[in-house]
């Protein structure tokens, strides 16, 4: 949530912000209600402050106290005025995206992401190389059918060598980022609706969630939700930022994805497993520890020898809650593109303010802190493993890096 103070002193800037994100909130309507509200508030509290003064003469003077009795009638009826015209704010405010950085790019969709550098070898082939659909089916370690039998479409089951080898990708990747400092979690696998609301998810991502019948809870899409929810109205120590958490968890999210080979196998699914990196810090250092977050992912797709870049996301494929996003896209050989597979954005004081987290320095002195929400790792990364280190025969070699946890070196096809 942006603050509201920018409305009032900056109002053609909010607008200009919303015009670009294409938000439909009429800036102007708000700016209106909000002096409304002020007005409604000033008032309220200059009849309070007149009953308080004749409330001292009510017990000599009756026309004082019939003055306290009208008064207090009044203030009734306009606080409820008030209530309703703050609510009617409040949810105004919550359909504002967040400010952009400087650097966004223009753009409606993926295709317009600007590429900052391009890493590591595409692999060349002597033959025609298979998707990781195919590679599943023949290695035996992806089943999308029976996942479809037990779920519906877009659940699948990863088996035998596959299982392993996404569970030593996982453990891993946590090791390593606790190397550089992260606090692991376990995590619940489900979120208030508040917590959903601070975090950015509701109301502006509501159609992909799942939510639990009877109760104030959804699946998290993502435990950046619970994360970043875990130091919901709390105040802290500015002399301990910048912390780093991650976790590891399903994640679930109800899009059904785009047909045809962009949808092929289990790469946009309803329910996926990811390690996520989030960040709390002060102000001024939220553009550092996101280039911290992304050096990590860098990393960790080098030590696996995937080829990727890096591109600078565009504001029509930014979500209203970031200020600046990078997106790293591996090669997918049997896809023969780029693809996304990490995520990693700047939200900026937009999830704190949400959610009232501040930092109080040694002075004293209150803020709200940045927040960094990161991917680390996903089963993306490991189907791209299955396209890029494929063989002739369909067998896959494992990355040096993760088979002292496989204890393999290799999947083959089952004879």
């Known amino acids: 949530m942006i603050d509201i103070k920018l409305i009032r002193e900056n109002l053609e800037l909010v607008k200009a912000n919303c015009r670009r994100r294409g938000c439909n909130v009429d800036i102007d309507q708000l700016a209106a209600d909000d002096a409304a509200w002020r007005q409604m508030v000033q008032k309220t509290e200059t009849m309070r402050a007149e009953r308080n003064r004749l409330s001292k003469e009510c017990k000599d003077n009756p026309a004082a106290r019939e003055q306290v009795k009208n008064l207090k009638l009044e203030m009734e009826t306009l606080e409820k005025e008030t209530a309703v015209l703050a609510e009617k704010v409040e949810k105004q405010l919550s359909w504002l995206p967040?400010?952009?950085?400087?650097?966004?790019?223009?753009?409606?969709?993926?295709?317009?992401?600007?590429?900052?550098?391009?890493?590591?070898?595409?692999?060349?082939?002597?033959?025609?190389?298979?998707?990781?659909?195919?590679?599943?089916e023949l290695l035996d370690i992806i089943d999308t059918t029976r996942g479809a039998k037990v779920a519906q479409a877009g659940f699948y089951f990863w088996k035998g060598k596959g299982a392993i080898l996404c569970q030593s990708l996982f453990f891993w990747t946590q090791r390593e980022l606790v190397k550089r400092g992260f606090t692991n979690?376990?995590?619940?696998?489900?979120?208030?609706?508040?917590?959903?609301?601070?975090?950015?998810?509701?109301?502006f991502f509501a159609?992909?969630?799942?939510?639990?019948?009877?109760?104030?809870?959804?699946?998290?899409?993502?435990?950046e939700q619970t994360l970043v929810g875990y130091h919901a109205d709390e105040t802290l120590d500015g002399d301990k930022l910048p912390l780093f958490y991650t976790a590891y968890t399903p994640c679930f999210r109800t899009e059904s994805g785009s047909y045809g080979k962009a949808s092929r196998g289990i790469f946009r699914v309803h329910q996926f497993n990811k390690v996520e990196q989030?960040?709390?810090?002060?102000?001024?250092?939220?553009?550092?520890y996101h280039e911290f977050c992304l050096a990590n992912e860098e990393y960790l797709l080098k030590q696996l020898g995937i080829p990727y870049h890096v591109v600078n996301v565009c504001v029509g494929d930014m979500g209203a809650p970031g200020y600046k996003k990078y997106d790293i896209e591996a090669w997918f050989a049997g896809f023969e593109a780029y693809r996304e597979v990490t995520s990693n954005t700047n939200l900026t004081d937009f999830q704190s303010r949400r959610l009232n987290i501040k930092f109080k320095d040694k002075d004293g002195n209150r803020d709200f802190v940045h927040t960094i929400s990161a991917t680390a790792?996903?089963?993306?990364?490991?189907?791209?493993?299955?396209?890029?280190?494929?063989q002739r025969d369909g067998s896959v070699i494992i990355p040096e890096v993760l088979r002292p946890f496989t204890g393999f070196d290799k999947i083959e096809a089952p004879e």
């Open 98 to 136: 967040n400010l952009l950085a400087d650097d966004v790019p223009d753009g409606r969709d993926d295709t317009d992401n600007f590429e900052l550098r391009k890493e590591g070898v595409i692999p060349q082939f002597d033959f025609k190389p298979r998707d990781h659909q195919e590679l599943g």
């Open 185 to 203: 979690f376990m995590s619940p696998c489900a979120a208030k609706g508040k917590t959903l609301f601070g975090t950015g998810y509701l109301p």
């Open 207 to 223: 159609d992909q969630t799942y939510e639990l019948a009877g109760e104030d809870l959804a699946l998290i899409g993502t435990s």
């Open 278 to 288: 989030i960040v709390f810090c002060r102000p001024e250092d939220s553009p550092k």
């Open 377 to 390: 790792m996903t089963e993306r990364t490991a189907i791209a493993i299955l396209e890029n280190y494929q």
